[in-house]
């Protein structure tokens, strides 16, 4: 089925998260979008019972679009430690506990890497824009990277003071926003949203 153009109106960001509810806005903002957030509309956080980050989009997207009757955008994503397998992964939210403890989180990841050699992690990201009706369109980014030890900076949210893109020196939470959404896996996946369902034509 082809992508469905989004034609204007209100959007549904259709996530509990502020970090990323921000960074959403902050690439919206050119389109303009009349955007309401899952918060404000008090919608339910779902379950996020998927084996994979698509499956967790499409799922969190289309419960927020069927609740609210509007079309919704959500976002999967997370960190993937090659070292790790993968892991956190999809469970990345999960590592962090009900408190969002990410400076525990982040401290199990350097704990479970030791000393190996091997420091290379992926972001994945998978935006999920949902309608009313069911249908659903999904697309995902990556950023490659590396990750530190000890987490540096305060900007952005969640695993962004370990993670150093590759080719830079800081990592995401020492860049300005801007810098962050031009190579972000978030950002790269809203690259491939817009041209399916945003540009005109
Ligand atoms: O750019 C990022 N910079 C740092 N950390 C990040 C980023 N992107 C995802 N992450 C980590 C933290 C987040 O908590 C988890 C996603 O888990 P995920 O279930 O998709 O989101 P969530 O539970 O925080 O909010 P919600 O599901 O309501 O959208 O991966
Ligand atoms: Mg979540």
Not at 21 to 30: M, S, T
Not at 116 to 122: N, V, Y
């Amino acid at each position: 089925m082809s992508p469905r153009r989004f034609g204007g109106g209100k959007l549904v960001i259709a996530s509990h998260n502020q970090g990323k509810v921000r960074e959403i806005g902050d690439l919206l903002a050119p389109f303009g979008a009349d955007v309401v957030s899952a918060a404000t509309l008090g919608l339910p956080e779902p379950e996020e019972t998927g084996a994979t980050f698509i499956a967790n989009a499409e799922l969190k997207a289309r419960a927020a679009a069927t609740a609210s009757g509007l079309p919704a955008l959500a976002d999967d994503s997370g960190l993937a430690v090659t070292a790790l397998g993968g892991a956190p992964g999809i469970f990345s939210a999960r590592w962090a506990g009900p408190d969002k403890d990410f400076v525990a989180a982040m401290a199990r990841i350097h704990a479970e890497l030791g000393a190996a050699l091997d420091r290379s992690a992926r972001f994945v990201c998978v935006l999920s824009l949902a309608w009313p009706d069911g249908h659903c369109d999904s697309f995902e980014g990556t950023v490659a990277g590396e990750i530190v030890w000890p987490p540096q900076g305060d900007q952005g949210f969640g695993y962004d003071p370990i993670f150093r893109p590759t080719g830079g020196s800081q990592t995401f939470a020492e860049i300005e926003p801007a810098a962050k959404h031009a190579i972000s896996h978030r950002a790269d996946a809203f690259r491939q949203l817009v041209a399916a369902c945003f540009s005109p034509g």
